[in-house]
């Protein structure tokens, strides 16, 4: 509710949701089967919690917007006075490509300076037919100390926003895999390949933020503490840059390639998959025969992406 929401902790392989006084709930991505489900109850006396594998949460986590595997959901609604949802907004859709005036619907929204156009921090009601709607101002309506950190942050927003929309993706590609080796005892069929070849084109678009939402004129400011945990891990090469490197003034990172190409859950993809990716991102990133469906990536730009990948991945085709 508005007096009690739910908050969110992750990192890239764990999801976390919490609501003061009712049950955790926990997305733990397994680069084999995808999200595995788990809630439990905090006990109030002290023992130790009783952590169950939950089915109930395929109910919505392995559906269209999720592409039919165990995957991350995001949903942007307008909560009416009862927080049940009045309407939603980009329905089986997840991913960066999704304008921000789509956006946020249901959740807290802090350090947003220049972005107001979004759904966050709204509560609706219907008038005459039509829904009309309030802003509720973080921390208004409840207690900060009840949470981890007095922020809602736009960029977690941003990263959350962007990771689900590349681990359904790959998700869909595993599961995919798996099931044309064992439909060819082993082995690829030409067909099978062809279908992994189209998913992976589709992952490179994402992986290079091809159709990323526009920002808002003027970027976008965070909170300073979120942006230094952010980078904290970052895989740097030699010139010191690296992908997690964040722009936000016009787009959200500076080299735009996914440091989710790191991640055990596409590392650990079939094989097949993830050689068809490494060979399309190095011909979407190519300098001397460019792709027109990449002209918004400089020269400049294509060739640090190279050689950042170049350093820091050991898997990477022979003359890549």
């Known amino acids: 509710s508005g007096s009690n929401p739910r908050a969110v902790y992750f990192n890239e392989d764990v999801y976390i949701g ?10 733990s991505l397994d680069p084999d089967l995808g999200g595995i489900f788990y809630m439990f ?20 986590h392995a559906v269209a917007k999720t592409r039919r595997v165990p995957g991350l959901s ?4 307008i909560p009416g006075s009862n927080w049940g949802k009045l309407v939603s907004f980009r329905d089986n859709q997840i991913g960066h490509q999704i304008p921000f005036s789509e956006r946020f619907g249901g959740w807290h929204v802090t350090g947003e300076p220049g972005l ?8 609706g009601r219907k008038e005459a037919g ?16 009840a949470y981890l950190a007095e922020t809602s942050d736009i960029l977690p927003h941003l990263l959350l926003e962007h990771q689900a929309g590349f681990v359904n993706m790959v998700l869909e590609a595993t599961y995919r895999a798996r099931t044309y080796q064992h439909i060819g005892t082993g082995e690829f069929k030409p067909e099978h390949v062809a279908v992994l070849h189209g998913l992976a084109e589709e992952l490179v678009r994402y992986l290079l933020f091809a159709d990323e939402a526009k920002f808002p004129a003027g970027g976008i400011r965070v909170d ?57 991102l190095g011909e979407a990133i190519s300098t001397e025969k460019p792709d027109p469906d990449f002209a918004y ?23 890549w």
């Open 224 to 280: 300073p503490q979120y942006r230094e945990d952010f980078l904290a891990d970052r895989r740097q090469a030699s010139n010191g840059i690296s992908l997690k490197d964040l722009d936000l003034e016009t787009r959200m990172f500076k080299h735009r390639c996914s440091y989710l190409i790191y991640s055990d859950v596409f590392q650990a993809t079939s094989d097949l998959f993830k050689q068809q990716v490494y060979q399309v």
């Open 74 to 77: 995001i949903r942007s609604v």
């Open 18 to 27: 919490y609501i003061p006084g009712g049950s955790v709930e926990i997305i």
């Open 41 to 60: 109850d905090i006990p109030k006396s002290g023992e130790l919690p009783v952590i169950e594998r939950s089915g109930l949460c395929m109910n919505c």
């Open 130 to 145: 039509k829904i009309v709607t309030d802003v509720i101002e973080p921390g208004t309506e409840f207690d900060w100390s």
């Open 297 to 319: 990536l400089s020269d400049t730009e294509k060739k640090a992406i190279r050689g950042i990948l170049r350093e820091t991945l050991s898997d990477l085709p022979e003359g």
């Open 116 to 123: 107001s156009d979004h759904k966050g921090n709204r509560i």
